[in-house]
């Protein structure tokens, strides 16, 4: 008989470190996934998704058409459900509640791209930044408007010269003489929301006032309010994709904002952008992982209708094939976005919620989390919708059908939120920075694999269960990740980060193993919650995705050492790396049948 699955909140688990999963063996049931979903944060989920089927779906010709005033109500009504108000504190009209609700409202609320778009700017970066930064006068005077949505809020950091490089911003701000103004000069590029906004945190460079570095500009955020003079909002930016959303360029000519407008401390800005977008990397995980879920479902009914050769197009094997790798690309997502965020809100558990550096902190402890999640979902979501195009066939080219505008609004995400490549750098140099540190004990860790390396080949550890096989894959992973990463940091040094192929190699190993891992805690929480017979889809699914991983990860660990060795060196490296990697292949072709039938029968993606 299966054992009951009952919902358990992040808090109660025990805090696992950022970066672990590499090192460590994570049991499920410390590990938070959508089976976890407390009866409140199932509630919130539906009447999410019910507001983006009902309110915001019906109206996307307006939405993409630029109509502010139905975006504006839209925003409104969000925002007397309380979709807006999850990450501000109680005592400035929000709902203060945790990190996982705010991410099941960023996956449920988009269905709509454009519109995703818009709200994740201001319930993120248009907002949070006053949550973590502002004094108390600007929380009184700002989050109950942001909470309410009487304001919507914009984030201005990039500029024309400095994209992913924000540290090299020219926008200046310099300090009145009486010390009771700023005035700032510039201009801002890419401002999301920027054509309705009412409240930008704009960062420039500005004056370090006292102390050892006094005189030195560094990044420094300020609060500007629409209106305020010598601030010009350009012409909207004509996009390739999320075309309802507002995107113009900012101008600043001496523009005059009250000293009091400064956020945070001036040369803090670096900080505030960055912890900021560790947050906005996860909640553009979960907001692709819901996309992704929306254009499956379209892709699946399509499948169904569609006639071929006298029979559904859904019963054609290639047409199984992308359905069953669509269905696992959700489940994956699914379970390393709410496994990320779960850790956080279970680190943030005994923090006290006011002190707003010990949350940054906690937060900023899962970096290289966070931008797994960015990159991983980013690219599932891309290969979701253009294989739902190529099931549309020639209608998904056509504007009338579904797949043709998800297609165009996928690609934004691989740049938001710090371009993927940046992040493939963040996550093999948080990782390596970790280690010297010795904050975590990835040195030691690949000793130990090297010493047994040198003992020879040693007896698989006896498992059991229906993914047993894929526990012993995941061990492989995790050491095959580990001497790569090992031999090219024997290479370089601290010189790696020179190394951007390398360094991107290295990144990719790692967020296999962590998605791998991922599904295969989820699938096993299920086996526990259902039994074996409930669970066969995840199992399968786990087994897919655990066997594509695999693969990949073998391929980058070929590269990096045909990248640091040669010679014998080579040839000894790949003997070895010959000897991790060996697995007996599963029947994926089985395995994605019976996802994919499973899917159609329900007529959605379901487990």
């Given at each position: 008989?299966?054992?009951?699955?009952?919902?358990?909140?992040?808090?109660?688990?025990?805090?696992?470190?950022?970066?672990?999963?590499?090192?460590?063996?994570?049991?499920?049931?410390?590990?938070?996934?959508?089976?976890?979903?407390?009866?409140?944060?199932?509630?919130?989920?539906?009447?999410?998704?019910?507001?983006?089927?009902?309110?915001?779906?019906?109206?996307?010709?307006?939405?993409?058409?630029?109509?502010?005033?139905?975006?504006?109500?839209?925003?409104?009504?969000?925002?007397?459900?309380?979709?807006?108000?999850?990450?501000?504190?109680?005592?400035?009209?929000?709902?203060?509640?945790?990190?996982?609700?705010?991410?099941?409202?960023?996956?449920?609320i988009a269905r709509q791209g454009s519109f995703s778009v818009i709200f994740s700017a201001h319930v993120g970066i248009g907002t949070l930044p006053i949550v973590w930064y502002g004094t108390a006068e600007q929380k009184k005077k700002y989050l109950p408007k942001l909470a309410s949505g009487e304001f919507i809020g914009a984030y201005a950091l990039s500029e024309s010269t400095s994209g992913s490089d924000a540290l090299s911003a020219r926008t200046r701000a310099v300090l009145s003489e009486d010390k009771q103004t700023y005035t700032l000069n510039g201009e801002k590029m890419w401002i999301t929301n920027?054509?309705?906004?009412?409240?930008?945190?704009?960062?420039?460079?500005?004056?370090?006032?006292?102390?050892?570095?006094?005189?030195?500009?560094?990044?420094?955020?300020?609060?500007?309010?629409?209106?305020?003079?010598?601030?010009?909002?350009?012409?909207?930016?004509?996009?390739?994709?999320?075309?309802?959303?507002?995107?113009?360029?900012?101008?600043?000519?001496?523009?005059?904002?009250?000293?009091?407008?400064?956020?945070?401390?001036?040369?803090?800005?670096?900080?505030?952008?960055?912890?900021?977008?560790n947050v906005g990397r996860y909640k553009l995980g979960n907001a692709a992982v819901g996309a992704a879920r929306m254009a499956l479902g379209n892709g699946i009914r399509y499948a169904k209708e569609r006639k071929a050769f006298g029979k559904s197009i859904s019963e054609f094997g290639l047409i199984q094939e992308k359905l069953a790798d669509c269905a696992v690309g959700v489940f994956v997502g699914e379970a390393l976005s709410y496994r990320t965020v779960g850790m956080i809100d279970a680190a943030l558990a005994n923090v006290d919620k006011h002190d707003t550096a010990a949350i940054q902190k906690a937060i900023e402890g899962y970096a290289v989390e966070c931008s797994i999640v960015k990159v991983w979902d980013s690219e599932m979501l891309d290969r979701v919708v253009d294989e739902v195009l190529q099931i549309y066939a020639g209608y998904g080219y056509v504007e009338e059908y579904p797949a043709e505008r998800a297609y165009r609004d996928s690609r934004i995400n691989r740049i938001f939120e710090g371009t993927n490549e940046i992040n493939r750098l963040i996550i093999t140099g948080w990782l390596i920075k970790s280690a010297m540190?010795?904050?975590?004990?990835?040195?030691?860790?690949?000793?130990?694999?090297?010493?047994?390396?040198?003992?020879?080949?040693?007896?698989?550890?006896?498992?059991?269960?229906?993914?047993?096989?894929?526990?012993?894959?995941?061990?492989?992973?995790?050491?095959?990740?580990?001497?790569?990463?090992?031999?090219?940091?024997?290479?370089?040094?601290?010189?790696?980060?020179?190394?951007?192929?390398?360094?991107?190699?290295?990144?990719?190993?790692?967020?296999?193993?962590?998605?791998m891992e991922s599904a295969i805690l989820r699938a096993e929480k299920i086996v526990v919650g259902k039994g074996s017979a409930g669970a066969e889809i995840s199992v399968a699914m786990a087994r897919i995705y655990a066997a594509g991983a695999m693969e990949k990860i073998e391929l980058c660990a070929r590269k990096v050492i045909a990248a640091v060795a040669e010679g014998d060196m080579a040839r000894t490296q790949f003997t070895i790396l010959r000897r991790l990697a060996k697995h007996d292949p599963a029947d994926t072709i089985a395995l994605r049948r019976q996802v994919a039938q499973h899917i159609v029968k329900a007529g959605r993606y379901a487990l």
């Open positions: 008989m299966a054992a009951t699955m009952l919902p358990v909140t992040p808090a109660d688990k025990k805090i696992i470190p950022g970066g672990s999963f590499l090192i460590s063996n994570p049991g499920s049931q410390n590990c938070f996934f959508p089976e976890d979903f407390t009866d409140e944060q199932r509630q919130i989920a539906q009447t999410t998704a019910e507001f983006a089927a009902n309110e915001i779906v019906p109206v996307s010709d307006q939405i993409e058409a630029k109509d502010f005033a139905v975006i504006r109500r839209l925003m409104k009504e969000a925002s007397e459900l309380g979709l807006t108000s999850v990450d501000i504190p109680e005592e400035f009209g929000g709902l203060d509640m945790d990190k996982s609700t705010a991410a099941i409202i960023a996956d449920n920027a054509g309705f906004a009412d409240l930008f945190t704009v960062f420039a460079q500005c004056a370090i006032p006292e102390g050892p570095k006094a005189g030195e500009e560094k990044l420094t955020a300020f609060l500007v309010e629409r209106g305020t003079a010598g601030l010009a909002i350009g012409k909207e930016e004509h996009k390739l994709g999320i075309r309802g959303s507002s995107t113009c360029p900012l101008s600043l000519t001496d523009c005059r904002i009250p000293a009091a407008n400064l956020l945070g401390e001036v040369g803090k800005g670096a900080h505030i952008a960055f912890n900021i977008l540190s010795g904050k975590l004990a990835l040195m030691p860790a690949i000793k130990q694999l090297m010493d047994e390396v040198m003992a020879g080949p040693t007896a698989k550890e006896d498992r059991e269960g229906p993914l047993a096989a894929e526990a012993d894959l995941l061990a492989s992973a995790k050491k095959v990740t580990l001497f790569a990463a090992g031999a090219a940091t024997q290479k370089y040094m601290a010189a790696i980060s020179d190394e951007q192929e390398v360094m991107g190699a290295i990144a990719d190993m790692v967020i296999e193993v962590y998605a």
